[in-house]
């Protein structure tokens, strides 16, 4: 039968129904509401699946289950997903798993968003030609999967959370609070936060025009696109930084685990795409121990869906344990 999977970010509800040859049928993606609280962003999740079923044409009933990837402290044996701060006042610890569950009619399963995207890069994706990799997911903030011997690695409960290396001490201010943090220059959360004050400060930008033409509330990866596109320097400006923040704290995690391979995707790593993360693995030389032997610097290959997918997967893995 039939499953869905469901990336939850900072910006988009990406919904994906998978067959048994975990071929895409049907997708549906939505803006993730940025008012309400947890339960206004469960309820989109469940439109999504809803949306997905209807384009592959299946009644949500027939499927076999819900995967969903979220940020935060993720517990699917408890079903509960706390403290996603990228997501509209989600402190505390909610029920995701059995409100959603009720909603939909299904078995849902849980996982932190970035190791089921991981997962489908090297199942699926451009990590299939290696044993170790690192999964670097650029886009709210900056997020992490390691896959080492074939395994993705877990360690105590908060491995790959490669955003907050230090790249600078006494640095700037990272939205979860330290500073210094990689995601406090590469973010795009904490990027459009920079952008704001300098806007306040009188430098001139594209950014917010585009924005409010595209009908966005934020500056998504496809406004900094655009932005780019069109000579922004504040655009140009902050791309650049968070390009030198992320050769420093990736280059460094390689240094410690000496991967085969570097995996860029999410929002801003896809949408910007091979020549961006041709400038990352640039940024990276210079702070690699070994760097004789660089590992494979690549582009996500499942796009928008691989967190998707990767979520997806769950419910197989559930079935066949």
Same mark, same amino acid.
Request: proline share 4%.
């Given at each position: 039968m039939a499953c869905a999977?469901?990336?939850?970010?900072?910006?988009?509800?990406?919904?994906? %129904?998978?067959?048994?040859?975990?071929r895409v049928l049907?997708? &549906?993606?939505?803006?993730?509401?940025?008012?309400?609280g947890p339960g206004d962003v469960v309820a989109a999740v469940a439109a999504a699946v809803r949306e997905a079923a209807a384009d592959a044409e299946l009644d949500p009933a027939a499927l076999d289950g819900v995967g969903l990837g979220s940020p935060g402290d993720v517990d699917d044996a408890a079903g509960t997903v706390t403290s996603a701060r990228n997501l509209p006042d989600w402190t505390g610890s909610f029920p995701v798993a059995s409100?959603?569950?009720?909603?939909?009619?299904?078995?849902?399963?849980?996982?932190?968003?970035?190791?089921?995207?991981?997962?489908?890069?090297?199942?699926?994706?451009?990590?299939?030609?290696?044993? &170790?990799?690192?999964?670097?997911?650029?886009?709210?903030?900056?997020?992490?999967?390691?896959?080492l011997d074939g395994r993705l690695w877990h360690g105590r409960a908060s491995a790959g959370e490669i955003g907050h290396m230090v790249v600078k001490l006494g640095g700037a201010r990272c939205p979860c609070g330290?500073?210094?943090?990689?995601?406090?220059?590469?973010?795009?959360g904490a990027m459009e936060a920079r952008a704001r004050r300098e806007l306040a400060d009188g430098?001139?930008?594209?950014?917010?025009?585009?924005?409010?033409?595209?009908?966005?509330?934020?500056?998504?990866?496809g406004v900094f696109a655009r932005a780019l596109?069109?000579?922004?320097?504040?655009?140009? &400006?902050?791309?650049?930084?968070?390009?030198?923040?992320?050769?420093?704290?990736?280059? &460094?995690? %390689?240094?410690?685990?000496?991967?085969?391979?570097?995996?860029?995707?999410?929002g801003l790593g896809v949408r910007l795409g091979a020549p961006y993360t041709e400038r990352i693995e640039r940024a990276m030389l210079p702070h690699l121990f070994s760097d004789y032997r660089p590992p494979a610097v690549r582009t996500a290959e499942l796009g928008d869906l691989g967190g998707a997918i990767g979520a997806a997967l769950l419910v197989g893995d559930r079935s066949a344990a």
């Open positions: 999977g469901v990336d939850l970010g900072g910006t988009k509800i990406q919904a994906v %129904v998978l067959d048994p040859d975990r049907g997708s &549906s993606r939505r803006p993730t509401p940025t008012v309400g409100v959603l569950g009720e909603d939909l009619g299904l078995p849902v399963s849980l996982a932190n968003d970035v190791d089921v995207a991981t997962v489908a890069e090297y199942e699926l994706g451009a990590g299939r030609p290696y044993s &170790s990799l690192l999964g670097v997911f650029w886009g709210t903030g900056v997020g992490g999967g390691v896959v330290r500073k210094g943090c990689m995601e406090a220059y590469a973010g795009r430098t001139p930008t594209e950014l917010f025009r585009i924005m409010e033409k595209r009908g966005r509330e934020r500056l998504t990866s596109e069109q000579g922004d320097q504040v655009a140009v &400006s902050l791309i650049d930084r968070a390009i030198e923040a992320l050769g420093a704290g990736v280059a &460094s995690a %390689v240094n410690l685990l000496d991967v085969e391979a570097v995996i860029i995707g999410g």
